[in-house]
């Protein structure tokens, strides 16, 4: 695993949200049912690719609580055309660890980035959302599929 470290700008991004617990994936496949038919409604978007947002909250040890909100999402410029039903938000500028995620087996990478290139990398995670970006060579159900995985990292 060897990830681009790369500071983003913050994204304004538009979308639903729905709040989830660890372990409980159907709640995900759910959400991009029902945002994709809507997903037109968007009009301001900065480009074609989607984003699926976590936004954890901490335990006192740092440990991710079980509960997490989940977002089926795109980037827009600005947030004065809102569709109805539909939430904004802004995630904030920081630095992200970028790994190129190939396949549809996202747990494994995820887990992959946490228990072997985290230890080692001289980062920790922060506390701000993570996210994947599914542009061009996303091909979703397919083995050949490619999306970035953005997670957000400080300096130990």
Request: charged content about 20%.
């Amino acid at each position: 695993m060897n990830p681009k470290i790369i500071t983003i700008s913050k994204k304004e991004i538009i979308g639903l949200s729905a709040i989830t617990q660890m372990g409980a994936h159907q709640d995900i496949p759910f959400l991009w049912k029902t945002f994709m038919p809507r997903k037109q409604e968007i009009n301001n978007t900065v480009s074609k690719a989607l984003i699926a947002m976590q936004i954890f909250s901490l335990q006192d040890d740092g440990q991710p609580n079980a509960d997490y909100t989940i977002w089926a999402c795109a980037e827009v410029n600005g947030f004065s055309k809102l569709p109805k039903g539909m939430e904004t938000y802004t995630i904030p500028k920081g630095e992200y660890a970028v790994f190129v995620h190939k396949g549809m087996n996202a747990s494994a990478t995820y887990q992959q980035i946490m228990t072997e290139w985290l230890p080692t990398s001289g980062y920790e995670i922060d506390d701000r959302p993570h996210f994947q970006v599914m542009g061009g060579k996303y091909k979703n159900g397919s083995e050949d599929s490619e999306e970035d995985f953005y997670v957000p990292v400080k300096s130990k």
